[in-house]
């Protein structure tokens, strides 16, 4: 199945939106809880509290969890997630786009990239607001 996109941030793509009577927390967690289950594979990306926050969230499923860090502050580098997702079927990548934590806003398009060549769902938690004036990497 071709990966859904719900994010306004790519308007070439059809939205798909689902409102939810939650925290931010709590819209990670519908998306990270409802997504995984025995047998699959995810990355997590963590760079932050909240994106370590989606890895804790995912411990709780029975699926295979991959962590990708980078340090505090810094937004985590595509490739090495490209680098884990080669030759395994992974099918969610998380990451918190906008870290709240630290206001390091990642630029979503690469991550977009290795999603769609591994086929993977992208769930990203988004702080903040576009163009909030963070520096984006
Ligand atoms: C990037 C980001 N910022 C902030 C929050 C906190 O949201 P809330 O306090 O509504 O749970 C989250 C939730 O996981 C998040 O992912």
């Known amino acids: 199945m071709k990966p859904r996109c719900c994010c306004a941030d790519f308007p070439d793509r059809k939205p798909h939106y689902v409102p939810l009577s939650a925290s931010g927390s709590g819209g990670i967690e519908a ?3 409802n997504s ?4 699959d594979e995810a990355i997590c990306c963590v760079n932050g509290l909240f ?6 969230i995912a411990q709780h499923t029975p699926a295979t ?10 937004p985590v580098d595509p ?5 884990v997702a080669k030759g395994r079927k992974i099918k969610m990548i998380g ?3 906008g870290e709240t934590s630290s206001g390091v806003v990642t630029n979503i398009d690469p991550f977009r990239q290795v999603a769609d060549e591994c086929g993977a769902l992208l769930v990203g938690g988004r702080g903040g607001y576009p163009g909030w004036g963070a520096p984006e990497y």
């Open 65 to 74: 969890l991959h962590l990708v860090e980078a340090p505090y502050g810094r």
């Open 51 to 56: 994106s370590q926050r989606m890895h804790v």
């Open 95 to 97: 990451l918190a786009q």
């Open 31 to 33: 998306s990270v809880l």
């Open 79 to 83: 490739e090495d997630v490209r680098k």
């Open 36 to 39: 995984l289950e025995s047998g």
